[in-house]
């Protein structure tokens, strides 16, 4: 008969495991689930465009007004961020009254090993600060999409990790259901794990003795 649990399969010696779980039968889930590699390492910013006036349609992200706003603005994050070198572009979230308040998403390549995600999300920030100064813009400038920089139309609010990570649904849709309700995320400064109160090292854990 077949030995393995949990999805696993006979290799004739061995059990092949599925993805997150482990054990000699499969029997275990994963110690942690590692998901800086398929999400990126996330960065969130608050910024106010104070040359664009709000419109309440553009609270509904399937409205075209807030399609073509967060065309325009995404344009110009890429040359905000241009010289960034882990930069992989932005996603709107969600944009506000104020003039328009923007929170977006800053997507990053996944960091070194040796970087912090929270030193990075400060350059980021600074980044956004320069960008934000009052300078006299050539037409060439305007062209390729610099304009509200150009203008000294983008104000910025603090840059933070994004706190949409922190949700355990995170984590629950990647472990096999039968051990879904004990995984929960955790920040590291290279990236986020989805660990359980078995994974050593992390505050709360304690020995479980194999599973």
Not at 56 to 63: L, V
Not at 92 to 109: F, T
Not at 167 to 174: F, K
Request: hydrophobic residues 35%; proline residues 6%; positive net charge.
């Amino acid at each position: 008969a077949d030995p393995c649990l949990n999805g696993g399969r006979w290799m004739g010696m061995t059990c092949l495991c599925p993805p997150n779980v482990e054990g000699p039968r499969c029997e275990f889930g994963a110690t942690t689930i590692n998901l800086t590699a398929e999400l990126g390492p996330f960065v969130t910013m608050m910024a106010r465009v104070t040359n664009r006036e709000f419109s309440e349609d553009m609270r509904d992200a399937a409205s075209p007004g807030h399609r073509r706003f967060a065309e325009e603005f995404s344009r110009t994050m890429d040359g905000v961020y241009r010289n960034v070198s882990d930069y992989r572009g932005i996603r709107v979230l969600s944009l506000s009254r104020g003039s328009v308040v923007v929170n977006y998403r800053i997507h990053l390549r996944p960091l070194p090993a040796n970087a912090s995600l929270e030193r990075r999300a400060l350059e980021l920030l600074a980044v956004a600060n320069a960008a934000s100064q009052p300078h006299n813009c050539s037409s060439s400038a305007v062209r390729a999409g610099d304009a509200w920089g150009c203008r000294g139309g983008l104000g910025w609010g603090q840059g933070t990790l994004d706190q949409s990570l922190a949700s355990p649904e995170l984590c629950r849709r990647r472990a096999l259901a039968a051990f879904r309700p004990f995984y929960f995320p955790y920040r590291t400064a290279k990236g986020l794990l989805c660990v359980t109160n078995c994974t050593l090292n992390v505050p709360g854990s304690f020995d479980c003795h194999h599973g």
